[in-house]
């Protein structure tokens, strides 16, 4: 009988930290707290409350886009963890995360929309099988209603969108969450852990001088 495969999850790229511990798939135990700061203070005492410390065979950490430091926080502790544990360390959109959440009970076609800093918002369609229909875009909130594609949206900027469409919308508010992990397909995993960032830096290089 093979034995049961534990996976990690970590995800700290909003105002959210959580974390969740599953075996082959089912949740076993898992937090998320919405900190507004202090994800550095409370990721790894939070992993650490779960069974066995948070030890898995396995760890999946949100690349963004969302939060510079939380994303990056979340990132450091995943690779520090799968070097200390010998574990697979693997990323997944923090969007796709949100559009999973949102598609649970009902599978339909999803536009999620994030807080995104500097008064934008993070914005990105989903099909009805999940499928990004585009690329994470950062839009001010004028231009964010533009591309909205989909009659569910779905974020922690769902309901503001949903108010500057003016129409009959349906606007799930949700965070993304460690704990809804396992509904994420194996496909949307990433070995690349470099970071999404969703928009340009806001510091620009300085040209060479003649």
């Known amino acids: 009988m ?5 996976t990690l999850a970590i995800e ?6 959580s974390a969740a511990l599953f075996e082959d798939g089912a949740l076993v135990d898992g937090f998320c707290e919405v900190l507004g700061r202090g994800h550095a203070e409370r990721l790894v005492p939070m ?11 396995r760890i999946l950490v949100s690349l963004g886009p969302g939060s510079f430091t939380g994303v990056r926080i979340g990132i450091a502790a995943a690779r520090a963890l799968g070097l200390a544990w010998g574990a697979e360390v693997l990323g997944y959109p923090t969007l ?3 559009c ?3 598609r649970q009970h009902t599978p339909r076609a999803i536009t999620v929309c994030m807080n995104g800093g500097h008064g934008e918002y993070f914005m990105q369609n989903f099909d009805a099988d999940g499928q990004a229909e585009d690329a994470v875009q950062s839009l001010s909130p004028e231009d964010a209603a533009k591309p909205a594609r989909h009659d569910v949206i779905a974020g922690n900027r ?6 500057l469409l003016g129409d009959d919308r349906l606007a799930l ?4 969450d460690a704990n809804f992990a396992n509904l994420l397909h194996e496909t949307r995993l990433i070995t690349d852990l470099s970071p999404i960032y969703g928009r340009a830096p806001d510091a620009k290089p300085q040209a060479p001088r003649a």
């Open 2 to 6: 093979p034995t049961p495969l534990r």
């Open 12 to 17: 700290c790229a909003t105002e959210a930290c």
């Open 47 to 57: 992993i650490a409350e779960l069974p066995d410390r948070g030890r898995a065979d």
């Open 96 to 98: 796709e995360l949100v």
């Open 100 to 102: 999973a959440r949102s």
């Open 158 to 163: 769902a309901k503001e969108l949903a108010a």
């Open 173 to 176: 508010e949700l965070l993304p």
